[in-house]
């Protein structure tokens, strides 16, 4: 083994530098008033952590191609790493009550780490390793509430879904395993298509399966429909900022990894993998669209809406061009990233000023106490809907073309992109419905009692500026995506 | 110079800025009086410099145009440029907004946010007019679209939740077909840029010209309440305050007669071919409908917005027409409509804001009491009627010659059957104006009211002025929009051989 390979892992270096760091600064400080610093200080390593991706790095392949990455790998490197940052940031009051802050931060940071090494397999057992690394320490996470009932609750349905989803993962990787005898990325792929071409059906059956099992495991992550049932319960039980921080970073890492993976190793098999994501897609939005509406609980609303936004993100994949596929599922990733986040500071402060209102009806005339808050509020809402000028329409419009990129109206399977996509499209009026009913009740609904005046704390205020700015900026701005689309 | 355009995105844009700065309601009015005069000043100065331009010879499809990369990757450019079209849209934009800001002159509560978003909505459809970019428009259009659900959600009357959620959803649907209207333009001419021109150059698939045709059309068509996409319109206006109602009958229905004839149109001429037929059917039906709708119509604001989806359907029926005339006459109807659909709005807000009451059978004899504001209903009521003089005349007058130029069988019948809303659209006015301006006053209370204030005579003035000089003095925008129609129409007759042989049935 050559030791050395571990040099050219530098996010990975970086992450575990702050999650020493955190661990001893942790054990250092005992006492409360010792561990105020705890978050400028995990804060300022994360934002080293997202100049250091941001540094151009070039493709590395270590450890004998197990950990491969590649300029798209790296943009999504700092995409998740931007959004842990304002996680971080916005965590700091909610963290300190729970007396608990530096386990969280470790967790957090080994959750992001197990992500990065996920992004970078270049073998599926190093993905595997990967995944479980990120999943583990989520469900920890989401209890981190020890003494509320729902939190364990949530944790004990992450938990076991995440452990369901690994063995029908394991095993659908066990099944490409044996199509293959491999299970390096790069040979997988030569593999399959000397199995594909020879069209022998039943030597096509065994990785077809694997493809569906694998498929379904990592849906399970990203939580689309079929596979979104543990989703509500979970998001509506953990604590805000973990709900947060499932809802974007765990999610954009699992979906980013999909499409690598469908595109780049399950490439032969494309015709098989586009009908399945387009059946998963369609429904993930319609079906989560119309659960949405219905709730009146704002983070299980959020959840419904994130599993819309799951199948808005895979619907990239549907294309057949890799670079406009990934550039536009990594920017929708970054736009959803800073548009969810603002959602969820906004419910955090809002909830720990008020005693943990969280339903819909508690944001009733929410602009005559608070109207900055609302109003950042309303700019995401708009942002989450695909409204100009905001950011949100631009990455739905990007992941619209990539969906549709090198389709042919003149035959079946282009007329079917066409199709996923224009039902896509419908149900962004459905979406901008249940996004324009929290806008409602902030600023037309009448309410003899709105929630009161407070002022947040000035980490959640620059969190939401960062998402703000990241709002107003990210679409307007070409330079951004301009940035992710030339590593693609 | 060359980038002089975006002022009209840029001014808007310098306004928000200084609204979120204003402390109290005379700073807001004030930002709101300069920024909205210096926009009718440009406008103006825009249509001077155009015409100028065009008698020196300038014959440049688009004049002023400049274009940088957007996003390189997916070939959006932000891209500018004006013809006659867009340049008497602007002209109508900036004095719709001028009117508009003094007809919300007093309106409370929350004037500050009030006027966010109507100068949000303002830049949107400021940016719709000057883009040559597909993608640009588009979005420009969605920006217009949004600020209204919140207008009329918080500012509105009535069912206004319902009325707001209606309106939105509906354009948003409009806007979602739109979407994959342009992704098929953009993949099937196979081209490397979103420039409307350059795309209409090149030829589109045809198979896929006829796929994606009625996608673009209804999108647009929806905002240009086609039937039977027009639901939304009398709802909305309904319940929307004054110069938003103007605002949105004045110019956003606009854009989608200007988005039709320049987008699906222009670039799928073969498209417009096979569907012109149907969707003539359906304009005719927007036509007669609304204006019969409008007769039995009791609030004044319904009658009005039944009376703009008469009219809006009008633009759409005349562009289907394709003949020269009929496109030049529709682009007439959709200066000389948001004019005096404006003034008929704003005078409309006024009487509504007086007396409380927008019902028909509950106002009488308003001439004795408040004349400034009765004459100026019979001066919006005869524009819409088509007296000659006023701008409804010219309009009208333009598109049934145009359309009669057109010599099939079905197209005759369908004028014929469009041309009778001009006699209903004379029932509907007239017993309204007979009705609440004349006979006796049925409101002891009425008689206590006051006629228009300064700032309401400034707004519905500007009005009657535009609406006589419109009706007085045609030839010169008339000059303007041929010369803008010319190269279009001949655009798509020479793509489509089959659309010539439509023109000349």
Redo the contacts between chains.
């Keep these: 083994m050559n030791y050395t390979d571990f040099l050219k892992m530098i996010p990975e270096a970086v992450l575990t530098a702050i999650l020493v760091i955190t661990f001893i600064c942790d054990f250092a400080s005992a006492r409360q008033t010792e561990r105020k610093w705890m978050n400028p200080l995990v804060s300022v390593m994360f934002a080293a952590l997202t100049v250091v991706c941001l540094l151009p790095m070039a493709p590395v392949h270590a450890f004998g191609d197990m950990y491969v990455t590649s300029s798209a790998v790296n943009v999504i490197k700092a995409i998740l790493a931007f959004g842990s940052l304002i996680v971080v940031l916005q965590s700091r009051s909610w963290a300190e009550a729970s007396g608990k802050e530096g386990e969280f931060y470790m967790l957090l940071t080994s959750t992001l780490l197990g992500m990065f090494v996920m992004v970078s397999a270049g073998n599926f057992l190093m993905f595997f390793l990967g995944l479980e690394m990120a999943s583990v320490p989520l469900a920890t996470m989401v209890a981190f509430d020890m003494k509320r009932n729902e939190s364990a609750e949530g944790a004990a349905k992450f938990i076991l879904t995440a452990t369901f989803s690994s063995g029908v993962m394991l095993y659908g990787i066990s099944f490409i395993y044996g199509a293959c005898g491999t299970l390096y990325f790069d040979d997988v792929r030569h593999t399959l298509m000397t199995v594909i071409a020879s069209g022998d059906l039943t030597k096509v059956f065994l990785p077809v399966m694997g493809l569906v099992f694998f498929f379904s495991g990592l849906g399970f992550k990203i939580s689309l429909v079929p596979f979104h049932f543990w989703t509500a319960d979970t998001y509506q039980g953990a604590p805000t900022t973990v709900t947060g921080y499932l809802s974007v970073i765990s999610k954009g890492a699992a979906a980013f990894t999909l499409l690598s993976i469908l595109f780049n190793v399950f490439t032969p098999m494309d015709r098989y993998w586009h009908v399945l994501l387009m059946i998963v897609v369609v429904l993930s939005i319609t079906v989560a669209n119309l659960f949405a509406i219905r709730q009146g609980e704002l983070k299980r609303f959020m959840a419904f809406s994130s599993i819309s936004q799951a199948g808005y993100i895979m619907l990239a994949a549907i294309g057949d061009k890799w ?2 596929s990934v ?1 536009a599922l990594s920017y929708y990733i970054l736009v959803y990233v800073v548009a969810n986040m603002a959602v969820f500071s906004i419910i955090s402060v809002v909830e720990q000023n008020n005693g943990g209102k969280t339903d819909i009806d508690d944001y009733n005339g929410f602009y005559q106490t608070n109207p900055k808050l609302s109003f950042l509020m309303t700019l995401a809402m ?1 942002s989450l809907g695909g ?3 905001f950011a949100g ?1 631009f990455s739905k ?2 992941v ?2 990539a969906g ?2 090198g ?1 042919d ?2 035959t079946t399977m282009g007329a079917w992109s ?1 199709a996923v ?2 039902i896509a ?2 149900n ?2 459905i979406s ?2 249940y996004y ?1 009913k929290i ?2 009740a902030m ?2 609904k009448h309410n003899d009692n709105p929630l009161p005046t407070f002022n947040s704390d000035n980490n959640t205020k620059f969190a939401l500026a960062l998402c703000t700015t990241g709002i107003l900026l990210f679409g307007i701005c ?1 330079y951004v ?2 940035w992710i ?1 030339m590593a693609a | 110079m060359s980038w002089i355009l975006t002022i009209f995105v840029i001014i808007p844009v310098l306004m928000l800025f200084g609204l979120w700065m204003a402390r109290n309601d005379n700073q807001v009015r004030g930002v709101m009086a300069t920024g909205a005069t210096v926009l009718l000043a440009a406008a103006i100065w825009l249509t001077i410099y155009f015409v100028q331009q065009r008698n020196a010879g300038n014959n440049d499809a688009m004049l002023l145009a400049n274009s940088v990369t957007w996003f390189a990757p997916l070939h959006i450019d932000f891209a500018v440029g004006v013809d006659g079209i867009s340049t008497v849209m602007i002209l109508l934009s900036a004095i719709i907004v001028f009117t508009g800001t003094f007809a919300s002159w007093q309106l409370e509560p929350m004037k500050k946010e009030y006027f966010l978003w109507f100068v949000l909505l303002s830049s949107g459809v400021f940016g719709f007019f000057i883009s040559t970019d597909m993608f640009t428009m588009f979005m420009f259009y969605e920006v217009a679209l949004i600020p209204m659900y919140l207008l009329i959600g918080v500012w509105g009357t009535g069912p206004k939740e319902y009325s707001a959620m209606k309106l939105t959803l509906m354009l948003m649907g409009g806007s979602s077909l739109l979407i994959l209207g342009i992704l098929g333009i953009y993949y099937f001419t196979g081209a490397t840029t979103m420039d409307v021109s350059k795309l209409a150059s090149l030829h589109m698939d045809v198979t896929a010209q006829k796929v994606f045709f009625p996608f673009v059309f209804i999108g647009f068509g929806v905002l240009g309440a086609l039937f039977p996409f027009h639901t939304w319109s009398p709802d909305g206006h309904a319940s929307a305050p004054t110069a938003v109602s103007m605002l949105h009958a004045g110019v956003l229905m606009k854009l989608g007669g200007y988005g039709c004839l320049r987008i699906a149109m222009f670039i799928m001429p073969d498209g417009l071919a096979m569907w012109a037929p149907f969707f003539l059917v359906l304009t005719c039906i927007s036509v007669v409908y609304g204006a019969l709708s409008a007769c039995v119509q009791t609030d004044l604001k319904y009658i009005n917005a039944y009376s703009s989806v008469s009219h809006c359907g009008m633009v759409l029926f005349a562009l289907l027409m394709m003949t020269q005339t009929a496109i030049t006459g529709a682009i007439l109807q959709m200066l000389s409509h948001g004019l005096m659909t404006a003034l008929f709005f704003a005078v409309i807000g006024m009487i509504y804001h007086r007396c409380g009451t927008r019902d028909v059978r509950q106002l009488g004899g308003l001439m004795k009491i408040i004349p400034f504001l009765a004459v100026a209903y019979v001066v919006a009521g005869l524009a819409n009627l088509g007296l000659p003089g006023f701008s409804g005349f010219v309009a009208e007058m333009t598109i049934f010659v145009g359309s009669f130029e057109n010599g099939g069988m079905f197209h005759r019948v369908a004028t014929i059957i469009a041309c009778t809303s001009i006699v209903i659209t004379a029932v509907y006015i007239l017993r309204v104006v007979g009705k609440i301006l004349y006979q006796a006053v049925p409101n002891k209370k009425f008689f206590e009211l006051h006629d228009a204030t300064w700032d309401e005579r400034v707004a519905v003035g500007g009005l009657i002025f535009c609406v006589a000089g419109l009706g007085l003095c045609p030839l010169f925008f008339q000059d303007i929009i041929v010369n803008a129609v010319k190269p279009i129409f001949n655009t798509i007759i020479a793509n489509a051989p089959a659309v010539s042989a439509l023109a000349n049935m």
């Design positions: 670079p406009t550039s708009f409204i100009p000028p329409m419009f990007f619209f073309m549709v990129d389709s109206i003149h066409y996509v224009f499209l419908l962004t009026v901008l419905y324009l806008v409602k600023y037309i070409s995506y301009d689309s």
